[in-house]
């Protein structure tokens, strides 16, 4: 019976380190909205980045891909032209999209053994698209988008965030306390204006916004935004611009 009890106890122990992290690899979160640049910190004292490689995984799958193989830089990689390295072996990605979003881990090698634990960051990437697409150009920036339409249309605004695959939004973004939500220029909730309509998607970590839009909408800014608590994660921001019009950037 002893026998059967510490067996048990040493499951709750090695299901406890497990649960907190506790097996030796340093990994941290970043929420970045795509279109801008990010850097992912190795978190290792290094003296060059000769030693340094890096790897990723999409959420799901189990195969790493390496990016940087000893401070050099594979071209074979989808994102290769975007990925460059600090002079601290932080990973830089211009030009971030909802495809980057995944698992990026830092090694540190030395005669072919690596040293210390991986570092790793977990990549989490805002998006938004907008329904009806317009045949005329549009335009993108860092953390906003613009796109030509007109009054008297129905504009659907969709805010994505790509994070773990194969699990629920409830079952990651909820249970640690983030939110979705659209909101005004200067901050306010906009499910409180029935002028829209919000719909959100568990299952897909996906905000919708919907409106007809008015004249005075040209120029209208909408921002949807993560929030952890009362801290914000990261935001886009949707720009209404109409056609007829001519606007500098």
């Given at each position: 019976?002893?026998?059967?009890?510490?067996?048990?106890?040493?499951?709750?122990?090695?299901?406890?380190?497990?649960?907190?992290?506790?097996?030796?690899?340093?990994?941290?979160?970043?929420?970045?909205?795509?279109?801008?640049?990010?850097?992912?910190?190795?978190?290792?004292?290094?003296?060059?980045?000769?030693?340094?490689?890096?790897?990723?995984?999409?959420?799901?799958?189990?195969?790493?891909?390496?990016?940087?193989?000893?401070?050099?830089?594979?071209?074979?990689?989808?994102?290769?032209?975007?990925?460059?390295?600090?002079?601290?072996?932080?990973?830089?990605?211009?030009?971030?999209?909802?495809?980057?979003?995944?698992?990026?881990?830092?090694?540190?090698?030395v005669n072919?053994?690596?040293?210390?634990?991986?570092?790793?960051?977990?990549?989490?990437?805002?998006?938004?698209?907008?329904?009806?697409?317009?045949?005329?150009?549009s335009s993108?920036?860092?953390?906003?988008?613009?796109?030509?339409?007109?009054?008297?249309?129905?504009?659907?605004?969709?805010?994505?965030?790509?994070?773990?695959?194969?699990?629920?939004?409830?079952?990651?973004?909820?249970?640690?306390?983030?939110?979705?939500?659209?909101?005004?220029?200067?901050?306010?909730?906009?499910?409180?204006?029935?002028?829209?309509?919000?719909?959100?998607?568990?299952?897909?970590?996906?905000?919708?916004?919907?409106?007809?839009?008015?004249?005075?909408?040209?120029?209208?800014?909408w921002r949807?935004?993560?929030?952890?608590?009362?801290?914000?994660?990261?935001?886009?921001?949707?720009?209404?611009?109409?056609?007829?019009?001519?606007?500098?950037?």
């Amino acid at each position: 019976m002893a026998d059967k009890c510490d067996l048990c106890l040493l499951g709750l122990i090695i299901l406890s380190s497990l649960l907190t992290g506790t097996s030796g690899v340093d990994e941290t979160r970043a929420f970045i909205s795509s279109g801008e640049n990010v850097s992912l910190s190795c978190n290792k004292t290094l003296s060059d980045c000769k030693s340094t490689t890096w790897t990723y995984n999409s959420f799901g799958h189990s195969e790493a891909v390496e990016l940087i193989t000893l401070g050099i830089k594979k071209k074979n990689s989808e994102r290769h032209e975007r990925l460059s390295l600090e002079s601290d072996c932080s990973l830089n990605i211009k030009n971030v999209t909802g495809e980057d979003y995944g698992l990026y881990s830092c090694q540190k090698y030395v005669n072919d053994k690596q040293q210390g634990p991986d570092a790793r960051v977990s990549l989490h990437v805002l998006h938004v698209s907008v329904s009806p697409s317009s045949s005329s150009s549009s335009s993108s920036s860092s953390s906003s988008s613009q796109t030509e339409i007109s009054p008297g249309r129905s504009v659907t605004l969709s805010c994505q965030l790509y994070s773990y695959a194969g699990l629920s939004c409830d079952n990651w973004v909820r249970s640690r306390g983030f939110k979705l939500l659209w909101v005004n220029q200067t901050g306010v909730d906009l499910k409180t204006d029935s002028r829209y309509q919000i719909l959100y998607s568990s299952d897909h970590c996906i905000i919708t916004l919907t409106t007809t839009l008015l004249n005075e909408d040209d120029n209208r800014e909408w921002r949807c935004q993560l929030t952890q608590g009362n801290q914000l994660k990261t935001s886009v921001r949707y720009t209404v611009k109409y056609s007829g019009h001519v606007h500098l950037y």
